[in-house]
């Protein structure tokens, strides 16, 4: 495992951040991502509530919403990958999601499930074959009430 990670090292730097998602992710730049923590197990992304993002309802497009909650996950991913030497791929294979109440404000996205990708990242570079694991985030508004739940399935394959 390698001692410095690049990835967290940039997501904790906003203007390099914001320079990265207009270079890799540049809807994530037009929608205000913004990473506001990251260690090796919880991420959290906030979207703001501004005329870019909202429907013609009054709230956060869901699409939107899940360009947010699937950066909290893997924004995780690619920090565990860059902890280990071995290059690896991955992938969203499914997501689910459920919509509990309409986003009118800034929402934030929380992920702790970096373990388990650490350790499915770890399998995959052991074993040599694709690996998946399920993570869980939820997003919140700005009053602590949970306006969204997402689950993606995450694959993990060493590159050859």
Do not use: H
């Not at 939107?64 to 280990?84: H, K, R, T, W, Y």
């Not at 388990?116 to 690996?131: R, V, W």
């Not at 694991?133 to 590159?159: L, M, R």
């Amino acid at each position: 495992m390698s001692s410095k990670n690049k990835i967290r090292e940039l997501a904790v730097r906003p203007g390099k951040m914001k320079l990265y998602f207009l270079k890799s992710l540049p809807m994530a730049f037009l929608a205000g991502l913004k990473i506001l923590e990251i260690n090796k197990e919880t991420a959290a992304v906030s979207v703001p509530y501004k005329y870019l993002n909202k429907n013609p309802f009054r709230s956060v497009y869901f699409a939107v919403l899940s360009m947010a909650a699937e950066l909290s996950s893997g924004i995780l991913a690619l920090a565990a990958i860059n902890d280990f030497s071995r290059p690896v791929s991955m992938l969203v294979l499914d997501m689910k999601a459920l919509f509990l109440k309409k986003a009118r404000t800034k929402i934030i996205f929380r992920c702790e499930d970096g373990k388990k990708i650490s350790e499915a990242i770890s399998k995959s570079i052991e074993t040599g074959e694709g690996q998946t694991v399920e993570v869980f985030t939820s997003g919140t508004d700005e009053a602590g009430e949970i306006v969204a739940e997402f689950s993606f399935t995450w694959t993990f394959k060493p590159k050859d």
